[in-house]
Every structure is written in structure tokens, then in C-alpha cells.
């Protein structure tokens, strides 16, 4: 079954899965050691500014939104930083997109 209502369509059964290669953005927890300032400028140059204005802080973690496909990359960029990542936990899909 496609899902029209997908840019590009995309059979409905790969939504919201590892094969989401839509422009659907989800919110996502990255839960790290510690928060910094390294950390944020990291997702801050990944994302770029206007983006990275939906980033919340919390106590052990960043809450973003991503595309489904992008969060290995961002997994992979701090780890590359030395940066453990701990747990990914992704949301709800928003009604939002990456462009």
C-alpha cells in the first residue's frame, strides 16, 4: 500500500521504520554523560542554526528533531567526537519536515 501523502510515496509500511527515507521529521532523545556546549555545537553544525532552535537540554540528554535516516549520522559524528551516546529514543513524528 503507498502512502501518497509521503514526499516522495513511500510504501506505508516503511514509514516510521529504518527504511523512512521521507522528509518526516521525528522527535528524538540523545541521551549522553553529560551536556556541553561541545555536544550542542556538534548537533548545531549538523543541523545548522535555524534547526537546531528545537533542540531542548535536559539533564542527561538532547531532545531533537530528525529525520528517521539521520540519526545514525549524528550517532556516528559524536561518536567519532568521543561522545557516548547511551540510548536513542525516538518520539512521534511531528508535523514538520527536513528540507
Do not use: F
Not at 44 to 64: F, S
Amino acid at each position: 500500500m503507498k502512502n501518497n501523502d509521503a514526499d516522495p510515496p513511500y510504501e506505508t509500511l516503511e514509514i516510521g521504520t529504518p527504511r523512512d527515507y521521507t522528509s518526516d521529521i521525528y522527535k528524538v532523545y540523545l541521551e549522553v554523560g553529560k551536556t556541553d556546549d561541545v555536544i550542542l555545537n556538534i548537533l548545531t553544525d549538523y543541523m545548522g542554526v535555524d534547526k537546531a532552535r528545537n533542540i531542548t537540554v535536559l539533564t542527561h540528554g538532547y531532545e531533537l528533531e530528525l529525520p528517521i535516516q539521520v540519526i545514525p549520522e549524528v550517532v556516528s559524528l559524536l561518536s567519532k567526537n568521543n561522545i557516548a551516546v547511551y540510548q536513542v529514543v525516538r518520539y512521534a513524528k511531528t508535523n514538520r519536515t527536513w528540507s
